[in-house]
């Protein structure tokens, strides 16, 4: 199953991307819900993240977009080096650290393929 991801607490695709409907999201609201969609449907082509994912039921900061992009790299286990992304966060700091990481990362796997 191809599909795409988006994570984010609040916006919608529309907010972030000038056609939306040419990429289909299914949307996320949160990081458990981003793994347990990836553990059940596979790995999407296209993920567009969010990095500040708000507050989770305990009132606490909840996971986040690096938090999630750390679970694709270092516990998922998924080939993730053809997946494409975008970070859309409003935080600078959290943006270039989830680019960096998954940047990197493929980067190293397609240089040992």
Same mark, same amino acid.
Do not use: C, M, Q
């Given at each position: 199953m191809s599909y795409n991801l988006f994570l984010d607490d609040i916006r919608v695709p529309e907010m972030? @991307?000038? $056609?939306? =409907? !040419?990429? $289909?999201f299914v949307i996320v609201r949160t990081y458990e819900k981003f793994?347990? @969609?990836?553990e059940a449907n596979g790995l999407p082509k296209y993920i567009s993240? !969010?990095? !500040?994912? %708000?507050?989770n039921a305990n009132g606490e900061v909840a996971e986040? %977009?690096?938090?999630? +992009? *750390?679970?694709?790299? @270092?516990?998922?286990g998924l =080939?993730? *080096?053809?997946?494409?992304? @975008?970070?859309?966060? +409003?935080?600078?700091?959290a943006a270039k650290q989830i680019e960096g990481l998954l940047t990197n990362y493929?980067?190293?796997? *397609?240089?040992?393929?």
């Open positions: 972030v @991307y000038r $056609n939306p =409907d !040419d990429y $289909n793994v347990a @969609y990836i993240f !969010d990095n !500040d994912l %708000g507050l986040d %977009g690096y938090a999630a +992009a *750390k679970w694709l790299v @270092y516990t998922s =080939d993730i *080096k053809n997946l494409e992304f @975008y970070v859309h966060s +409003a935080n600078p700091v493929i980067n190293h796997l *397609k240089s040992n393929s």
